[in-house]
C-alpha cells in the first residue's frame, strides 16, 4: 500500500488507530532530530504520522508539548533499563556488563533520534529538565557505584570522569551511521565502555591557563567569534543578531557588512570547526616519528583542539540541525574523512580489526574526547585522550 494511501486511511475520521498518540510520538521524534526543535515543523510531524493537523492538535497543545512527551518517553525507557537489570551485590563486575548491554540496546533502538534531551534541554520547561536530570543523575550513579565497587580505591572524581566516558562511548552510536549488524554492534559498544571504564587514569595534568591574549581586529572575526560564544552558551535559535552586534561592539547593520544572515554566521563557524578538526588530524600525525604513535598523536592533538576551543566544538556539535540538508550533508561527508583516517590508522595497529569496528571505535573515542574537554566540569585534555587511546586499542574485536 502506498504511503499517500495510508495517509489517507489515517486521517480518515472513521478510521482512528488505537496507537495514534504513539505514531505522533514517534514521528516527532524523528522531526526533531532530523531538523532540531526549532526547525521542526507541525504539519511535516502530523503528515509523517498520518494524522490530521486538527488530529495533532487533539493530543498535544503545540510543538513543546510534543518535545516534552518525547524526551519523557525517552528517559522513561532509560528508568526502565535500570529496573530491568537485577541488583548483583555479589558480583557488581557482571551487573556492569548486564547493564551496560541494555543501555546500549536502547541506544539502538533509538538510534535515528539521538539524545534530544542534550541537545534540546534549552527548549524544555523546568519540571521536564527536573524529571529527565533525575533519572540520568540515577543511571550515572549506579554505574559510578559500580565501577567503584569494581575497583577498590578508586575515588569519586576518577570514578566520576570515568562513567562519563563509559556513557559517552555507550551512546556513540545515537551521533553517526555507520552500520554493522546489531548484534555485532551491541558486543562491540559494551565492550568498549567496559574498556573505557577500566582505563588507567593518570595523575591529573596540572595545565596553566592562558591568559586571555588579544582579539582579533578585523570585524569580521570578531562578529565570528562573539557568535560562537554565544551559540554555545545559549543555543543558535536563542541568540539574535543584535545581540552578537553587542557583543562584538558593532551595530545590527555591522554584522550584515559581513554576513547576510544569522545562518550565514553558523555555516561559517561549522565551516570553521570542521577546518580545525581536519588540520588537528595532519598536526598530529606530523608530530609522530612512528607508526606506532600515529593513534597517540591523532588523540592527543583532538584533545588539545577541543580543550583550547571547546566553544566552537559544542556549537559543531550542538547546532548541526539547525543547518539546511546540503550543508549538513557537506559537513557530514567531511567529517566521514577525517573518520576514515582515524579508522586507517587503528587497522594498521589492529588489523584484525574490520573496517567497521574501527570505524565504530573511532567515533566512540572522538565523543570519549569531546564530552570530557567540553562539559561544564572539564577534564584536562590529557587524560580525555588515555581513555580514547584505551577503548581505542583494548577493546575486544
Known sequence: MSSARVSSAARDPRVRPPDRRDRIVAAAA???SRHGFHGARLTEIADDAGVSAPALYRHFAGKSDLLSAVTRQMAVSTAEILDSVPPRPDDPAGELAALLEAFTAGVLTQRQTGDLYRWEWRALSPDDRAFIREIRLA???????????TRPGLGKRDA???TD?????????SNHRVSLPRKQIETLIRDA???????E??????????PPGLSPTARRETVLTEAVRLFADHGFHEVTIEQIAAAADLPPSGV?????????ILVAALHRASERTTAAVATGLARTDSRDQALTGLAQQYARLCAGDPAIIT???????????????DLRRQQRINVDEWATWLRDARPELSSGAARFLVHAALDVITDLTCSPHATDPHTAAVIALAVLRDTPA
Do not use: W
Not at 565502555?193 to 582505563?199: D, E, F, S
Not at 595523575?203 to 591557563?209: G, K, S
Open 30 to 32: 524523528s522531526a526533531f
Open 139 to 149: 543511571l550515572h550513579r549506579r554505574v559510578r557505584g559500580l565501577l567503584r565497587a
Open 160 to 162: 566520576d570522569v570515568l
Open 165 to 173: 566516558a563509559v556513557f559517552a562511548v555507550a551512546a556513540s552510536p
Open 193 to 199: 565502555a567496559l574498556t573505557a571504564g577500566a582505563a
Open 201 to 210: 587514569l593518570p595523575e591529573p595534568a596540572t595545565v596553566p591557563v592562558p
Open 256 to 264: 550584515y557588512r559581513h554576513f547576510g544572515s544569522k545562518q550565514a
Open 315 to 329: 556549537v559543531y556539535r550542538r547546532c548541526v540541525g539547525a543547518l539546511g540538508d546540503a550543508e549538513r550533508a
